[in-house]
């Protein structure tokens, strides 16, 4: 079946970075891979008999917060239920979860698309509290379990079915990692399963159409497994269609590296899992000095901060995609800001050789090998033009490389002297000329590729002080004389 339309929903599972686990008062350490196993972990996580949980305030305050960076509606109260099913890894034979009265309902979220030339909104049908499982590990027929991930806090946030392609999932996905990472909500490392994504597909021939039955893809850690995997489950499912085949609501997993899904178990449903409120916990009243602390909250938005980038200040999606990287370096581009730089130097500075840097040493802005200080130096000689932009990349590779401050090394390399006169770089131009008879000829038989050997050389002559485009229509003329 071709051109069929495409239906997606997503469950959004963010471990939030809290100080401890969501009902008990054992660490919430993120990096769990580095930990002695079953290390923090007590009665209540590990599921002892007559061990009681009690909600964390902060989980709680986390979970309000994700609420007003996104606009949300909370009940008042919201209330915990039971999800009852037994794998090894839950040893209370159920999950503490919020089904029918969860804290954060209803509310729109909007994101860009094609290059951030398209604004959309999904609609959220609740962001729930909840405990994650323990983790477990196979070593050849061996189970073990590592209790100091039970009981950590999870917000899960549940879309409706708006979104009609594999990239506008990405993309969504993408603006909650960026809210959660830039408010300090969630580490939101899907590397490290502190994000992860289920995904719901669902195909229909006509918009008319009812949906047809849906097939959940279960716990996808990275933006690039999220398109594969909704992209393999529509083909298959328009397969399946097309040989009129049944598709069974189903449970699958994904395998990225093999690039299919495999069935995990019949879908089942809220009658299956018999949920029923959770009896040792109390309804959950939200107080007026929480409501209030969570108000007089600044918060981040990063769709406010692209759209501001977008429209005021006329970026391209190279600049955009470089400020919101990493938040640090919003945060230091924003400072600039402040300081009176004007929009576009700094962005094309950041893009140029500070981000070629980032990517290449895998380091923060805040971890250059210059500080803050030098950063700010080299700003303000690029703001007031006083050597040409050629000569300021010079000036930033060598403080990425020597650590030494722009203007030691624009007096190291005479940058600073004054500018060559059109007379003398016509001489240049000729030297560089005569010493070079054999690319001379390649130019004249055809290959004006080589103007490039030409230009590079003069620059070099001339320290870096003359116009390309100068010195170009300067050898142009020359090289015919």
């Not at 054992?26 to 290390?39: A, F, G, M, V």
């Not at 209790?147 to 950590?152: D, G, H, S, V």
Request: hydrophobic letters at 40%.
């Amino acid at each position: 079946m071709a051109n069929s339309l495409v239906t997606v929903w997503l469950e959004i599972h963010l471990k939030l970075s809290t100080t401890t686990k969501i009902f008990c008062r054992c660490k919430n350490d993120q990096s769990l891979d580095n930990n002695e196993p079953n290390t923090n972990i007590c009665p209540v996580c590990t599921g002892q008999p007559w061990a009681l949980p009690q909600l964390s305030e902060e989980v709680v305050e986390k979970g309000m917060l994700i609420w007003k960076a996104l606009n949300c509606k909370w009940n008042n109260p919201s209330r915990f239920d039971r999800k009852s099913y037994f794998y090894p890894d839950l040893p209370m034979g159920y999950q503490i979860t919020q089904l029918y009265t969860p804290i954060n309902v209803n509310w729109e979220v909007p994101f860009f698309m094609d290059n951030y030339e398209k604004e959309r909104k999904v609609r959220i049908l609740d962001a729930h509290l909840e405990c994650d499982t323990a983790k477990a590990l196979h070593q050849w027929e061996t189970m073990y379990l590592d209790f100091n991930r039970a009981w950590t806090p999870l917000i899960e946030i549940v879309t409706w079915p708006d979104f009609c392609s594999s990239d506008e999932a990405v993309e969504f996905a993408k603006e909650i990692q960026r809210i959660a990472k830039w408010n300090d909500l969630s580490d939101a490392d899907m590397e490290k399963w502190q994000m992860r994504v289920d995904v719901n597909v669902s195909i229909r021939k006509n918009e008319s159409d009812p949906l047809w039955t849906r097939v959940e893809l279960k716990n996808i850690n990275s933006f690039s497994a999220i398109k594969r995997a909704i992209d393999a489950e529509v083909l298959r499912q328009e397969q399946a269609q097309a040989a009129w085949e049944e598709i069974l609501q189903q449970t699958r997993r994904w395998d990225d590296l093999k690039g299919q899904s495999f069935v995990m178990r019949s879908k089942e449903d809220a009658l299956d899992y018999r949920y029923f409120p959770e009896p040792d916990l109390p309804e959950l009243y939200l107080s007026d000095e929480l409501i209030e602390k969570v108000k007089a909250r600044s918060l981040t938005i990063p769709f406010d901060h692209i759209r501001k980038m977008k429209n005021e200040y006329g970026f391209n999606k190279e600049y955009i995609n470089t400020l919101i990287w990493d938040y640090t370096t919003l945060v230091f581009f924003n400072k600039l800001l402040e300081k009176g730089f004007e929009a576009k130097l700094i962005a094309k500075w950041i893009a140029w050789q500070i981000s070629a840097y980032m990517t290449a040493h895998f380091v923060p802005i805040t971890e250059l090998p210059v500080d803050e200080e030098q950063l700010i130096e080299f700003f303000e000689i690029a703001k007031e033009w006083k050597i040409i932009d050629n000569q300021m990349k010079i000036v930033m590779e060598e403080m990425l490389a020597t650590w030494a401050s722009a203007s030691d090394i624009i007096k190291e390399k005479w940058f600073d002297a004054p500018a060559i006169s059109a007379d003398d770089l016509r001489g240049v131009c000729k030297s560089v000329i005569a010493e070079n008879p054999a690319i001379v000829d390649q130019y004249k038989w055809g290959k004006t590729s080589t103007i490039g050997f030409f230009v590079w050389q003069v620059m070099k002559k001339t320290q870096w002080k003359a116009n390309p485009k100068e010195i170009t229509g300067i050898l142009t003329q020359e090289l015919w004389n």
